[in-house]
């Protein structure tokens, strides 16, 4: 069985999170979204993520994509998934190309095409007093 695993904030989910876990899931038999905590965003400067984690994670949930859904909370946990999860292939969309090469020793890394045109940053600007 061919393992897949993606990360990401998946601030209030959109279509190009969901054409990114489509294309990830399609790689391989099994996929394993690794949904980042709260902390985590803002330690990496994402001050102004929307949905808390749990309403993160449901979201991923309701996609129907992910088979197994874990939180990410410390860098360097990616290696210590891929290791324990017996992942093979790790994706992530073509905005972090070149940024994941380090994960190679352990996967196969593939990034993939980022859909154009919509963000969480632009739903988050266009909702900006609720
Ligand atoms: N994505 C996409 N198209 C968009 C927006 C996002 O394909 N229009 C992809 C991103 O490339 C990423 C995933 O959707 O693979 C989740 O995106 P974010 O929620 O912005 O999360 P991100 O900050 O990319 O998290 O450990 C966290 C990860 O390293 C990356």
Known sequence: MKKVITYGTYDLLHQGHINL???AKELGDYLIVGV???????DRGKLNVRNNVLERVEAVKATGLADKI???DYV?????????YDVDIFAIG??????FDY????CEVIYLPRTEGISSTMLRAENQDE
């Open 21 to 23: 876990l489509r294309r």
């Open 103 to 106: 994960l190679n020793e352990f």
């Open 70 to 72: 874990v939180i990410e």
């Open 94 to 99: 073509s905005d972090w190309d070149g940024k």
């Open 36 to 42: 980042t905590n709260d902390s985590f965003d803002r």
């Open 76 to 84: 360097g946990q990616k290696i210590d998934d891929i290791q324990k």
